[in-house]
């Protein structure tokens, strides 16, 4: 809860990037949160990779999960706001990131790291035809797409042996191409490895002792080694080297050609060296700027700039940065120096379980060696894995969150559409008005209780409207303003009307100052009108005011013609199907999220799901023929769904198995986490007949689990259900028939079975 005088200013520091510094800063300021300060992470994916563990995973001995480090549930230990947005430039003198797709973030403090990109990219054909290793997590998807085509023989002949080029002879190509040279043997195919290197030798600037015992490594697995030669041009199956007129075949070309750096610079106009890197100083502030930093690879040491591009190098300098940050937030312009260690232990993974590495011109190899990498490996992932298998905080997050609230404490209320009345206590007030206001032009009204109402204006324009509000659902006011219009919308598609027009209703946090409310308003709206322009809303209008918490709200219309049959609640019919066209769980995922369970990749699709208009919904279920339609939001599937009913008098059996749900709310669900509403919500089982092994199915809570910006709910002919579903599928919906309507019979309106299929 936000204590924060009116007119009190945090200070905004912004972490742009989750590499190796950065998640060690968000690790110490877990220990011990800087005083004032709102941090905010910006990254491009919520999950990073440690790049350590990469050849472990394409040689098969790591799985894809052991080497992410979710920086979501990381950030969330410290309070800390997350946006998932590429950074594309930084203007140091108005202090603000530009992101890809959004507004751009104001800072007092900045800091970046976001390593680095492959050098060469530039060159004729690559690409088309290379695979580069950075960035690293579309490397992993690409090389696991690789490895289940070979598996499958997609790659080369079955029996012919693939070949394999590795660009790049530094310890990530030669480490690449001792893991392919081993996945490959070990998915049963022959295969003929080929490592290129422009430069005289390979592992430039390692011991001559690393060197030769890579080599002969190289030589008893029958891997080839070009020097001296530049590949100049790719085509598809072939590099071609200098003065080279027949090239190097290869059926999977690997580029690993040495670290450059991101254009994120480059049009940030900021001092760069020749390879596009950021200068720093010794304090690891910009040169020009001290209220900037940069670390790991993006950034070049002026008095150091031979530093090698290497993880280490950000891993020793996290500890540095977070106690720079620290003092600097505190005020302090006394900031440690970072120097750059001279010698540091080097381990090859060459992927058989075997290492080679070098320490102090000492090289040595072996088993053990490799099983030193995979300890301190494993023991760097350990530190900031927040969450373990059942959600919970680890000792990471304990000492600054603990587990959060549990259902027992006195709990924040979650926002979105769980924040909001029950449906009995709306039912009893609006019962004890005791005449309702009549007008023979109102269509849908209050008798009504549709999503929408409708009326006809004097000249005989049906129009259809609705107003929706909810509290923040997270901290970032452009995605709840996005959301908050997507989901408004909603309700228009839902009578199968196209919406026009919109009006906002926005409560602004009293907390914090004047400058901090415009940012929060900006923001907000920037995201709902990115959302209704793509809808084809015009925003009109609207009103703002303060309050305790950010509440956004929109009034919007569309025009029914004037013989258009709506999709209202009371039409749905006995014997037809019901489909929902998006996965259930949002309450239950945004719970989490408040108490640092939720993991990033199940923010992501949760986002993405809340992000998706209607609209393609909408106009699938009038083609096929859909009657009555809602839009699942605060009260539930099994409210909404009991509201349709009892407005069309008629009763439902719904397969609980058939729900679709949203990736990680069966775990949470699982685990006992519900969202703040769903007690509320759960109170329309007692009119339910629940089949009983029904409540033990993992589905069953997600009856009851209010949704924000949820799918539509309708009824079609069953003989077109099928076609619906498929249409709903193709167009990318998470959809699923979930039952089937009937006749109202003298008990119970909802019928729960469990498919036996
Ligand atoms: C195959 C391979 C193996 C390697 N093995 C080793 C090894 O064993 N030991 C070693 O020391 N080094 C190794 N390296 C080098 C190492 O990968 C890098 O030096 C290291 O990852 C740099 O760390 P970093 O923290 O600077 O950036 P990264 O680890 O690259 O992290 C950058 C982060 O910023 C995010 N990001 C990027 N761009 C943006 C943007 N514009 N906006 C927002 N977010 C962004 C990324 O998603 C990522 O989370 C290897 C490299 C490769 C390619």
């Not at 995973?57 to 549930?73: C, K, M, S, T």
């Not at 001290?290 to 993006?298: R, T």
Request: glycine letters at 10%.
């Amino acid at each position: 809860m936000n204590m924060r005088a009116p007119t009190d200013k945090q200070t905004d520091l912004v972490l742009v990037g989750g590499g190796h510094s950065h998640v060690q800063v968000l690790e110490s300021f877990a220990m011990e949160p800087p005083p004032d300060t709102r941090i905010t992470l910006i990254v491009d994916q919520p999950v990073a990779m440690y790049s350590g563990m990469v050849p472990g995973f394409v040689a098969g001995q790591y799985r894809q999960e052991e080497l992410e480090i979710d920086v979501l549930p990381l950030a969330r230990c410290i309070g800390a706001r997350v946006i998932v947005a590429r950074a594309a430039r930084l203007d140091a003198a108005a202090k603000r990131v530009h992101l890809v797709g959004r507004p751009p973030v104001a800072f007092d403090f900045a800091s970046i790291n976001v390593g680095s990109t492959v050098a060469g990219l530039s060159t004729p054909g690559v690409r088309e035809h290379a695979l580069p290793t950075r960035p690293i997590g579309k490397f992993v998807t690409r090389i696991d797409t690789v490895f289940a085509n070979l598996g499958s023989s997609g790659t080369g002949g079955a029996t012919e042996p693939v070949r394999v080029a590795v660009v790049g002879a530094g310890v990530g190509g030669v480490e690449v191409a001792f893991a392919l040279d081993h996945r490959i043997r070990e998915l049963g195919r022959a295969v003929e490895v080929i490592l290129v290197e422009s430069g005289p030798e390979i592992l430039p600037g390692y011991s001559a002792g690393m060197r030769r015992r890579a080599l002969r490594a190289a030589e008893k697995r029958g891997i080839r080694i070009v020097t001296g030669r530049r590949v100049r041009r790719v085509e598809s199956g072939r590099a071609f080297l200098e003065q080279d007129e027949d090239g190097i075949r290869f059926d999977i070309l690997l580029w690993v050609t040495g670290a450059f750096g991101q254009s994120l610079f480059r049009a940030s106009d900021l001092p760069t060296d020749e390879r596009g890197f950021v200068k720093i100083r010794s304090t690891l502030q910009l040169e020009d700027y001290d209220n900037i930093f940069a670390v790991g690879d993006c950034a070049t040491l002026t008095r150091h700039p031979q530093t090698p591009k290497a993880g280490v190098y950000a891993v020793r300098q996290g500890p540095v940065l977070a106690s720079n940050l620290r003092r600097v937030l505190a005020g302090g312009l006394l900031l440690d120096d970072y120097k750059p260690q001279h010698d540091f232990l080097t381990l090859i993974n060459t992927g058989d379980g075997s290492a080679i590495g070098t320490k102090w011109l000492l090289s040595f190899e072996g088993r053990w060696v490799f099983q030193l990498k995979d300890r301190i490996d494993r023991k760097f992932m350990h530190r900031f894995q927040p969450l373990d298998d059942t959600e919970h905080a680890t000792a990471f997050s304990s000492s600054t969150m603990g587990d959060g609230p549990d259902e027992t404490e006195t709990e924040t209320l979650c926002g979105g559409c769980a924040a909001k009345l029950g449906q009995q206590g709306l039912a009893r007030a609006l019962a004890r008005i005791e005449e309702l206001p009549e007008n023979s032009s109102v269509e849908l009204g209050l008798a009504q209780a549709d999503d929408v109402a409708c009326y006809t204006s004097p000249q005989g324009q049906r129009i259809v409207s609705s107003a929706d509000q909810f509290r923040a659902f997270t901290d970032d006011p452009y995605l709840v303003g996005r959301v908050g219009a997507v989901n408004a919308a909603s309700d228009i598609y839902a009578k199968g009307v196209t919406p026009r027009f919109a009006q906002a209703l926005v409560a602004l946090p009293e907390s914090g100052s004047d400058a901090e409310r415009e940012e929060t308003l900006f923001q907000l709206m920037a995201g709902a009108t990115a959302a209704f322009e793509e809808l084809g809303v015009t925003l009109v209008g609207g009103h703002t005011t303060t309050t305790t918490e950010l509440l956004v709200g929109f009034h919007v219309e569309g025009f029914a013609d004037p013989d258009q049959e709506l999709l209202r609640l009371d039409a749905l019919c006995p014997g037809q199907s019901l489909i929902l066209t998006k996965a259930l769980g949002t309450g239950v995922l945004f719970r989490a999220d408040m108490m640092g369970r939720l993991r990033g990749p199940w923010f992501e699709e949760a986002l993405s799901s809340m992000l998706r208009p209607n609209r393609k919904a909408a106009s699938i279920a009038r083609e096929h023929g859909a009657s009555a339609a809602t839009d699942v939001t605060g009260f539930g599937l099994a409210g909404h769904l009991a509201t349709m009913l009892r407005a069309a008098d008629l009763a439902a059996m719904v397969n609980v198995s058939a729900l679709p749900a949203l990736p990680g709310s069966l775990k949470l669900l699982g685990a006992g986490l519900r969202s703040t509403f769903h007690k509320e919500n759960a109170k329309t089982e007692r009119g339910m007949e629940i089949e009983s092994a029904a409540p033990q199915h993992p589905k069953f809570p997600l009856l009851f689990d209010p949704q924000t910006s949820g799918g539509l709910l309708f009824g079609v002919p069953q003989e077109n259900a099928e076609a619906a579903l498929d249409e709903l599928l193709k167009s990318g919906h998470c959809a699923s028939i979930i039952g089937i309507t009937s006749e109202a019979g003298p008990d119970s309106r909802i019928r729960i079975s469990i498919s036996r299929s």
